[in-house]
């Protein structure tokens, strides 16, 4: 019944983030706004993603469902590798420009050591979840596996108090 | 977010750190803390169902950010309370707890173009608070960083609750 209940509401709260709540940042123009009508946003702050396509000077390609299109960024310092991934934040200069407030760069082997990374980290949770706990079938629910020998498990209290 | 090791690393050393003071947090319940650590990266299921697919099935606005929320968080992890028997119930939910808002703190201090980090106290309030642009996920030191945190955690209590056996 708390389940329902909740799973409910869950449900409703991310319907209601749908509505109300822009994922990243609020009130900004984002990729789907700019790539279909870059006249309309001249002058105004904008918050983009694209892949690097050339270096020098940087230009980015941002691509969403309608289509792709490609900004140079003016005035940014960092050194960004081609194919790169990058955030901007900046002021959309003409059409084509972007004068970078800020940018953050995430490269390919980033993002693959991410990936890697986490994936060990899911093992890990789930091969410790299977040595602790175990599935009570007739209470119909996990409880934690008695005996579990590992060395940190000398918190001593548990086993027996040693206080009493 | 740090990677999903990071926030593992991160968890596991908040759980042992409260041993000290909980003695019921045993490994076991380190373990569900870990796995509510988990929690909080759920709203990446959209890589895989987009918002966009969702909405179009459900004729309704949707997104799955509310996952990564203070709100979101509590509701899921009540829900989860029912993969527990009875009287595990309040401590499986008190881990899995501490293992998500984990998260959510580490996630606060990513870097961001905007500076601003994510609102975190959803549905309470949709402020952004600022981020000091510690890190992001792609880099091995924050890694490292949050796994020496976890090691000097696990190697404290073991030193406290040797010294108590001892005495």
């Known amino acids: 019944m708390i389940f329902l209940t909740c799973a409910g509401l869950l449900l409703g709260m991310m319907v209601i983030s749908g509505a109300t709540l822009e994922q990243a940042y609020p009130d900004l123009p984002h990729e789907s706004d700019v790539v279909d009508d870059p006249e309309t946003y001249v002058g105004e702050t904008v918050l983009l993603e694209g892949r690097v396509?050339?270096?020098?000077?940087?230009?980015?390609?941002?691509?969403?469902?309608?289509?792709?299109?490609?900004?140079?960024?003016?005035?940014?310092?960092?050194?960004?590798?081609p194919g790169a991934y990058v955030e901007v934040y900046g002021t959309l200069e003409d059409p084509d420009t972007i004068r970078v407030i800020e940018a953050v760069a995430i490269t390919d082997e980033g993002l693959w050591y991410?990936?890697?990374?986490?994936?060990?980290?899911?093992?890990w949770v789930l091969v410790r979840l299977?040595?602790?706990?175990?599935?009570?079938?007739?209470?119909?629910?996990?409880?934690?596996?008695?005996?579990?020998?590992?060395?940190?498990?000398a918190t001593p209290t548990q086993e027996e108090p040693r206080d009493a | 977010m740090p990677d999903i090791l990071a926030h593992v690393l991160f968890a596991y050393g908040i759980c042992t750190l409260l041993s000290l003071r909980y003695k019921w947090i045993s490994p076991q319940y380190k373990t569900m803390g870990m796995l509510g650590?988990?929690?909080?990266?759920?709203?990446?299921?959209?890589?895989?169902?987009?918002?966009?697919?969702?909405?179009s099935f459900l004729g309704l606005p949707f997104d799955w950010f509310a996952l990564r929320t203070a709100g979101g968080?509590?509701?899921?992890?009540?829900?989860?309370?029912?993969?527990?028997?009875?009287?595990?119930?309040?401590?499986?939910?008190?881990v899995l707890l501490i293992g998500a808002v984990s998260h959510l703190i580490a996630d606060l201090f990513l870097t961001t173009p905007t500076?601003?980090?994510?609102?975190?106290?959803?549905?309470?309030?949709?402020?952004?608070?600022?981020?000091?642009?510690?890190?992001?996920?792609?880099?091995?030191?924050?890694?490292?960083?949050f796994g020496v945190f976890a090691f000097a955690a696990f190697a404290i209590v073991k030193l406290v609750n040797r010294s108590s056996i001892v005495e």
């Open chain 1, 53 to 81: 396509v050339d270096v020098d000077p940087v230009v980015i390609a941002v691509s969403t469902g309608e289509g792709t299109r490609r900004f140079t960024l003016a005035g940014t310092s960092q050194a960004i590798k």
């Open chain 1, 130 to 153: 299977f040595r602790h706990w175990r599935f009570d079938r007739q209470a119909w629910g996990l409880r934690p596996q008695t005996g579990v020998t590992e060395e940190e498990t």
């Open chain 2, 115 to 145: 500076g601003q980090s994510f609102p975190i106290l959803w549905p309470l309030t949709s402020y952004r608070p600022l981020t000091p642009n510690l890190y992001h996920s792609t880099q091995p030191t924050v890694t490292v960083v």
């Open chain 2, 73 to 94: 968080v509590v509701v899921a992890v009540v829900m989860a309370a029912i993969i527990f028997v009875p009287r595990e119930q309040r401590r499986g939910i008190a």
């Open chain 2, 37 to 55: 650590a988990l929690i909080p990266d759920l709203y990446k299921i959209y890589l895989l169902v987009p918002n966009a697919a969702v909405e």
């Open chain 1, 114 to 123: 991410a990936y890697l990374i986490s994936v060990i980290g899911v093992v």
